[in-house]
Structure formats: structure tokens, C-alpha cells
């Protein structure tokens, strides 16, 4: 993810200014933008670069050793393109997780801060001003740290992430995130109904609902199932100008009713599903410490598709995984070629300190993993090409996000409900009486890769 910084603003004489640099998942942007939302309390104001920052924050990612390498590698760039006298922070999973370990082997920067930190990031390096007018949908409650019950800035597009939860309760053999993060620790459905209803009149129209385990939200608080009633309970905000509601991370045995019907009913939830499958061997999944089976997901997606044939499908899978042998991986080909998949993503095995899988033997070595990586790759990009060859001719719905680049000639870019924001393809449109936020009717003319261009015949919402 890119850097942020909210919306630039002119600066006034003396003022403090700062930079976000954003690692990882979307769940890392939507703490990001609650990070801003401090530092514009605190009195600092949006710079549009880090190299013209006074505070540069680098929020971190620690799920994998890739994700790790690249924070560090973007903190050690940003300490050196920053300008004198800049501060840099240092924050998110990476300083969460490695802590003093981490100050220790990064003398660059001026501050690790893990997550009880974050809201007060500009104190910890003694630039906390007087604050300016700061831009935000609500102020800050006196004394409240934690991100998930922060306020965040005025949005800069008409989709955004919300937290709906942070923590996981599960133990995935192959995941720290529980070690760092946490019990999952879910959000009232009263507090995610006044961010959402504070986003949808500041613009937004679509809202991405994340967590570490969507599907798992209100379980820790003895309300098991409660993600179906809160969609519910935000569907009525359509009346302010709430066009959708996308749902990420959702764990593939609660992928059932109530959940689904209430899903393919609502008219503000998109039959968008992103299932966390990760294999499709069942011995492997029980390796894996994961529920289901190749058989078991293709019943829920075929029983789906039969209620809602536009329903679109992502996942991302473990390649290399310890004991996975040929057999194994030629079971994940053959659910792929099954299962049809709209976007699938690929990763590999990452062994992380005080996961079950770190001490697992029989680890495939990584030229092998390489080439069924290859081969995963290889099954899954036809697919998804014919499904966006399948589209051209067809009719959609376009939510446009942004102005396009000059060069690719269509003028603005958007989503149907097939695409996740900053995650899949998207749609180049040729439109001349629409403008971000609004969701037009159009005419897909052509695919290219992941993309599409269209062109709008008609407009549904302003």
C-alpha cells in the first residue's frame, strides 16, 4: 500500500507535518487511517511527501518474512530520504511483535511504538501541537488509545475499510497473528454503526468490512452469528446514500446460513465471498489446523452460485505447507480447475517463530515450491481471464472511485461488485456525466487482464 497522508492542506507558518507510509493488509490502512486522525488532533498537518515531512510513521506488517524484509527495507529508505531533523516512527505489527528487539536493529528510527502507542504517536517524539482544525469525521474521546474507537480523517474516496474487530481466537498452525494481536476483541455494533453512519454522510458509498476473522465478530462477546445482524443493522443507512457493503476474511465454516441468506437478501451486501481457504487437502488442512476440505468448499460455493449466479469468489492458498507432497498439491490443482475461482492468490509457506508449523518436518524445499507456484499460477490466470472475457458485452454496475490517468483514455476508474478495492481488477470508464462516488449502468467493450473498460449508458446514483 501507498503512503498516506489525508487530503494535502495548506500549511500554517510553524506547523508541524507528517507522513503515513502504509505496509500490508487492508486491516493496516484502516489503523493507518485512524493513526492520521491522532496526528491531526495532535496539531500536525498532511504532507505530501515523506522527503517534506517533519514526522515520518512507517506502519508495519510482521505476517510473513517477506512482509517483515520489505518494512524493514522501507524504513531504512524512508530514514534516508527524510529531511534533517525529521523523526521517524516506527509501528504496526512489526514493532507490536519485536518490540525493544526491534529499536535495538533499527537505531534509524527515533520511536518503535506498538499498538497501546499508536494514538499517541506525535507525543512519543515530542511533536504533539495545538491542534489546527483537524479534518476529522469525530474528535478524538478524551483518554481513548485504541484504535478500533478512534475517529479517522474525512475519507479521500467513496469506498473505506472499517474494523469491525481486532484478534483472532483461532490457532492456525501457520499463523503468529494471535501471538501479537491478540484474542479477537470485537467492536459494538453501535460504535460501527456511527463510524459507518459518519462515512456514508461524509461520502463514502461503499464500506469494506475487515477483521482478522469476520465471520467470528461477536463470538467473543457471547453473541455468536452477530455479523448477520449487523448487516442488518447498517443496510437502512441506503437511505443516506450507502450503496454497498463488501465483506473480507471470512473463515470458510461459518460460510453458511444465516450468514449467506442474509448476505444474498440485503440489497446493500454485495455477493462478494473472500473465503480464507488456504489448502484443499483435507489431511493438510488438519496439518494446517483448519477446518474443511476441497469437497466441502465446493458445496458451499456450487450452493451459492445456485442462489446468486454473479456471485464472485476470492481466495488465496499456502504452497509448501510441511508434509505437502505431490499428491496434496496435484488436490489443489484439481480444485482450482473445480472451483472456478474469480481472483486466487498464491503464497508460500512462511515459517514464523512460535507457530506449531515452525518445528513441523518434511517442509517441500524451495525450488519445488517455486514450481508449484508456477503451476498453481498457471491453472488459476485462465480462469480468471474467462471470467473477465465472460463480462464483455454484458451490462454492469460501476461505482466510480477516482479520475483515471490521461494515458489510459477511459477518464475515471471503478468497481463492480467483483472487485475488492486495492486488492483485484478494475474498470476503466468512459463517462461523461459521472463523477467519483457515483454508480453508473455500463457497457463493457473490452477485457484486458484483470481490467475492464466500459463505457457508462446510463446513470443509477448521484
Known amino acids: 500500500m501507498s503512503g498516506l497522508a489525508s487530503s494535502p492542506r495548506a500549511t500554517s507558518s ?14 493496516n490502512a484502516v489503523d493507518s487511517d485512524k493513526v492520521v486522525a491522532t496526528l491531526l488532533a495532535d496539531g500536525l498537518e498532511p504532507a505530501e511527501s515523506a522527503e517534506s515531512a517533519d514526522l515520518v510513521v512507517v506502519n508495519t506488517c510482521a505476517f510473513v518474512e517477506a512482509a517483515r524484509q520489505e518494512s524493514i527495507d522501507t524504513v531504512l529508505a524512508l530514514s534516508e530520504s527524510r529531511k534533517d531533523g525529521a523523526k521517524l516512527v516506527v509501528t504496526g505489527c512489526l514493532a507490536e511483535r519485536y518490540g525493544s528487539e526491534l529499536a535495538e536493529a533499527l537505531p534509524e528510527a527515533d520511536a518503535v511504538v506498538g499498538f497501546a502507542g499508536e494514538g499517541r504517536i506525535a507525543e512519543s517524539v515530542g511533536l504533539a501541537g495545538v491542534p489546527v482544525g483537524m479534518p476529522t469525521l469525530r474528535k478524538r474521546p478524551a483518554g481513548v488509545t485504541d484504535l478500533l474507537d478512534l475517529p479517522r480523517p474525512a475519507p479521500s474516496a467513496p469506498w473505506a475499510y472499517v474494523k469491525v474487530a481486532e484478534g483472532c481466537d483461532r490457532n492456525c498452525a501457520f499463523c503468529a497473528i494471535p501471538t501479537f ?10 460504535s460501527i454503526e456511527a463510524e459507518v453512519r459518519d462515512l456514508v454522510n461524509a461520502g463514502v458509498a461503499e ?30 443507512l441506503s437511505a443516506d446514500g450507502l450503496a454497498r457493503v463488501r465483506l473480507l476474511y471470512l473463515y470458510p465454516s461459518e460460510v453458511r446460513d444465516p450468514l449467506v441468506s442474509t448476505m444474498l437478501e440485503l440489497p446493500t451486501v454485495v455477493p462478494y465471498f473472500d473465503l480464507s481457504l488456504q489448502h484443499a487437502d483435507a489431511a493438510l488442512l488438519r496439518r494446517m489446523k483448519r477446518w474443511g476440505s476441497g469437497d466441502r468448499f465446493l458445496t458451499a460455493i456450487d450452493a451459492i452460485r445456485e442462489q446468486e449466479p454473479n456471485a464472485a469468489f476470492r481466495s488465496s492458498f499456502i504452497v509448501g505447507f510441511p508434509g505437502e507432497e505431490e499428491a496434496e498439491h496435484e488436490e489443489l490443482l484439481s480444485f482450482l480447475e473445480a472451483a472456478q475461482l474469480d481472483w486466487a492468490g498464491f503464497f508460500s509457506f512462511s515459517s514464523e517463530d512460535g507457530t506449531a508449523a515452525a518445528s513441523l518436518p518434511d517442509a517441500p524445499d524451495a525450488s519445488l515450491v517455486a514450481e508449484r507456484l508456477r503451476e498453481c499460477e498457471a491453472v488459476q490466470e485462465p480462469i480468471t481471464r474467462a471470467a473477465r472475457d465472460a463480462l464483455v458485452g ?20 471503478g468497481r463492480t461488485h467483483r472487485e475488492a478495492p486495492e486488492i483485484d481488477g478494475v474498470v476503466h470508464l468512459e463517462a461523461e456525466f459521472a463523477r467519483p462516488g457515483a454508480i453508473v449502468r455500463a457497457h463493457v467493450t473490452e477485457a484486458i487482464g484483470p481490467d475492464l473498460l466500459a463505457k457508462a449508458v446510463a446513470k443509477v446514483s448521484e
Not at 494481536?181 to 453501535?190: F, L, N
Not at 469494506?208 to 448487516?231: C, K, S
Open 394 to 413: 454484458a451490462e454492469i454496475e460501476v461505482l466510480v472511485d477516482a479520475v483515471g490517468d490521461a494515458e489510459d483514455g477511459a477518464g475515471l476508474v
Open 14 to 27: 510553524g506547523v508541524r507535518r507528517f507522513y503515513v507510509e502504509t505496509l500490508g493488509c487492508p486491516k
Open 207 to 236: 464500506i469494506v468490512l475487515v477483521a482478522q476473522d469476520l465471520a467470528w465478530y461477536g463470538r467473543d462477546a457471547g453473541e455468536p452469528g452477530a455479523l448477520a445482524p449487523l448487516l442488518r443493522r447498517l443496510d437502512p
Open 181 to 190: 494481536r491478540g484474542k479477537q476483541r470485537s467492536r459494538t455494533a453501535e
